[in-house]
């Protein structure tokens, strides 16, 4: 089997981090996003990945060089301007020759979901389409889905008005697509798959669903990044990965606590780090304090950091008091 995993969006919520690297090539517990996804998919059975491409696309040919990742043979599919969710969907799987049952992902959640169990549900109800829902406690930023007891779906509203439905169910953006559904998306077009596509298919009666109460994560806010990382190294997950990167020098007169280093990454003398994630290659000078902070570049000795995203060419000065800070902030810049 196939799957489409949709990597075009511009990840403006993590910037600064994300002017640097594309967020699904961002780490989690220091294996990449889109690595964590493939290993899910090849472990259900996929063996090629199709990466539905716009933004940026070379970092992720050089992220992959032998045109693998994680065993899943890798197919490039870049857009020549951004078509939206479906009309990327439609790009990508013609691109690739798709024309049978395929998967598709959004590249920027994270789950535990048996996968191999969303594609036998969607074989048994004989649906064109079968989409992954989790519970939230807030639907507003997600698309929302009434479904009825026998997993059809007979409502989706993407980002709701407050009232506009009960439902606390949402997509969780994972689908399990027939070919037939290319048909419904006209080629080259820009065309929202959760707007267009996904009612469409409800009012064919076609659309069935899947709710399930695994550990799901929507990685794309500083805040979830952080906890997609925590939840990692801390036992929350079935998995479980180190928390301090390959290469990565660690003072031992530092404290690192319930928080993720990075390859290659330096924490020097008495530095303290809670709850936070020093990226790849960032330098923390001696006796600096982290908190709940995402750290990509140099953060020179005695700052003290809490909530903070600190970018990849960022140097934070010595002795700096930082709360809920981007440096460099996105909002000056391009
Ligand atoms: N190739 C390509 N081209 N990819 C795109 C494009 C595009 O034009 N636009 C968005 N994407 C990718 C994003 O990179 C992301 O992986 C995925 O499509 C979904 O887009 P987002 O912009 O992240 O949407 P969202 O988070 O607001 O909502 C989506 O995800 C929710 C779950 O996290 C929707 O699918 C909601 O219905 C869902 O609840
Ligand atoms: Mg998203």
Redesign the pocket.
């Known amino acids: 089997m196939q799957a489409v995993i949709?990597?075009?969006?511009f990840g403006t919520r993590l910037r600064p981090l994300t002017f640097a690297t594309p967020?699904?090539l961002l780490p989690i517990a220091n294996v990449r996003q889109l690595e964590h996804l493939i290993a899910a998919l090849g472990s259900a059975g996929v063996t090629r990945a199709v990466l539905?491409?716009?933004f940026k696309p070379e970092p992720f040919f050089q992220a992959f060089p032998d045109g693998t990742c994680a065993g899943v043979d890798l197919h490039y599919a870049v857009?020549p301007e951004?078509?939206?969710?479906a009309?990327?969907v439609g790009f990508?799987a013609r691109d690739a020759g798709i024309d049978s049952t395929f998967i598709v992902m959004?590249?920027?959640?994270l789950s535990d979901l048996d996968l191999a169990a969303l594609v036998a549900f969607h074989r048994a109800r004989g649906a064109e389409g079968t989409l992954h829902l989790t519970p939230v406690e807030d639907p507003t930023?997600?698309?929302v889905v009434e479904a009825d007891a026998d997993g059809w779906v007979r409502r989706f509203v993407?980002?709701p008005q407050p009232g506009e439905t009960e439902s606390r169910v949402?997509?969780?953006?994972t689908y399990v697509l027939e070919p037939s559904v290319l048909d419904r998306i006209a080629p080259m077009q820009r065309v929202s798959?959760?707007r267009v596509v996904f009612p469409a298919m409800v009012a064919d009666g076609c659309l069935a669903a899947l709710a399930t109460d695994d550990y799901w994560i929507?990685t794309?806010r500083p805040d979830t990044y952080l906890k997609a990382n925590l939840d990692l190294v801390d036992g929350t997950r079935s998995l479980i990965l180190s928390s301090v990167g390959a290469n990565a020098r660690v003072s031992a007169t530092a404290s690192v606590t319930h928080s993720v280093i990075g390859e290659g990454a330096t924490v020097d003398d008495g530095s303290v780090i809670i709850d936070s994630v020093v990226l790849p290659g960032a330098r923390v000078g001696s006796s600096v304090r982290l908190e709940r902070s995402l750290v990509m570049g140099t953060v020179g000795a005695g700052a003290s950091l809490t909530d903070c995203v600190i970018g990849v060419d960022a140097v934070v000065a010595p002795g700096s008091q930082l709360v809920a800070a981007r440096v460099p902030d996105p909002a000056t810049m391009g």
Do not use: R, S
Not at 82 to 85: F, G, K, R
Not at 106 to 109: L, P
Not at 170 to 173: M, P, R, S, V
């Open positions: 949709l990597v075009g969006g967020k699904p539905a491409l716009g857009e951004p078509l939206d969710t009309g990327a990508a959004n590249g920027d959640i930023q997600y698309g993407e980002k949402i997509n969780a953006g798959i959760e929507d794309g």
